[in-house]
């Protein structure tokens, strides 16, 4: 079981940054894809980016493409999402996810964390 727990959430002014942030806990993340989720208010969750195990790799949704930045750190288990020059369509709850590295599904959810963006 992996427990995850985002944090890094709030409110900000259109143009502005913010840096999401998911705690791991109970096993390591270096043996899961890890993923950034969003879900808008009346909208379906949709895929935002993930990185694979290493760090080798990642990839963007094309909406966030240029302005977000996922990274991992496994010694500290802990995955970051930075957004910049962010957009009030960017609103919504953010999720991280963890697949393990031989499955496409995403297992393991975090709680969300709010993120606003103000115009």
């Known amino acids: 079981q992996v427990q995850l727990v985002e944090s890094g959430g709030g409110l900000v002014q259109a143009g502005g940054s913010l840096r999401l942030s998911c705690a791991a806990s109970g096993r390591t993340i270096s043996d899961y894809r890890m993923g950034w989720f969003r879900q808008a208010p009346g909208k379906e969750r949709e895929f935002v980016a993930y990185?694979?195990?290493?760090?080798?790799?990642?990839m963007y949704a094309d909406s966030v493409k240029g302005r977000f930045t996922i990274s991992r750190d496994n010694v500290k288990n802990t995955v970051y999402l930075q957004m910049n020059s962010l957009v009030p369509r960017d609103t919504a709850v953010y999720y991280c996810?963890?697949?393990?590295?031989?499955?496409?599904?995403?297992?393991?959810w975090g709680q969300g964390t709010q993120v606003t963006v103000s115009s």
């Open positions: 990185i694979t195990r290493n760090g080798s790799g990642t």
């Open positions: 996810a963890a697949a393990p590295w031989y499955r496409s599904q995403y297992d393991y």
